[in-house]
């Protein structure tokens, strides 16, 4: 019986392999000949994010907010996430720390202000789809149609970055200078 289970199967592994490959005529013809094949095309995924531009925030004494427009886009993939790491911070794109995440930095004096992160999967947003919390989003965004990375490396805008910096963090620093390198990461899924 377990012979019998196993020529049956090979038989039917066999049949599923001679559907999808190649058809050739078993003998010539005295005109025309016809065969057919399948042609697969994989496509590894790719992605990129472009238009991050410095920011320079002025600020005096109420809490601000910074945008900057970038544009996410590629091929191989309809959806994507998001992470961000802090170089002052504890954050980092591939391993999340809700423990002073994000951190801007005075080198004179070595004092630190927290600002936060958010993104918006269109250009212009008002107001960010999440904040993180952690250097990590847990939303998968969906690829905007005809963001693709000749697009993005064109100037393209589909996405909003939100920097937030509370008034009450800077209220007693002596600094006046504060720095951070934020990192953007997204990943096609």
């Known amino acids: 019986m377990t012979a019998f289970r196993s020529l049956i199967a090979t038989s039917l592994a066999a049949a599923s392999l001679s559907a999808a490959a190649a ?11 016809q065969g057919d094949l399948t042609i697969t095309l994989n496509l590894t995924p790719h992605i990129i994010v472009t238009g991050l531009e410095d920011m320079t925030i002025n600020a005096s004494a109420a809490d601000v907010t910074q945008t900057d427009n970038i ?11 998001v992470s961000f790491g802090s170089l002052n911070g504890n954050a980092d794109v591939n391993t999340p720390n809700s423990s002073n995440p994000f951190l801007l930095l005075d080198s004179s004096t070595s004092e630190t202000i927290p600002y936060s992160v958010g993104f918006a ?14 250097g990590s ?9 005809g963001a693709t990375a000749a697009s993005c490396l064109s100037s393209a805008e589909n ?10 963090d800077w209220q007693d620093v002596e600094g006046t200078a504060f720095t951070d390198t934020l990192t953007v990461m997204v990943k096609a899924i």
Do not use: M, Q, W, Y
């Not at 058809?23 to 000949?33: D, I, K, V, W």
């Not at 996405?159 to 009450?168: D, E, K, Q, R, S």
């Open 71 to 81: 544009c996410i886009g590629g091929f191989g993939f309809s959806s994507f996430n």
């Open 23 to 33: 058809t050739n005529p078993s003998a010539a013809s005295a005109s025309s000949s």
């Open 159 to 168: 996405a909003t970055l939100f920097v937030g910096i509370n008034a009450a």
């Open 137 to 145: 989003l847990s939303t998968n965004f969906a690829r905007a149609a």
């Open 121 to 134: 999967n269109t250009a212009s947003a008002g107001t960010a789809d999440e904040t993180s919390t952690d």
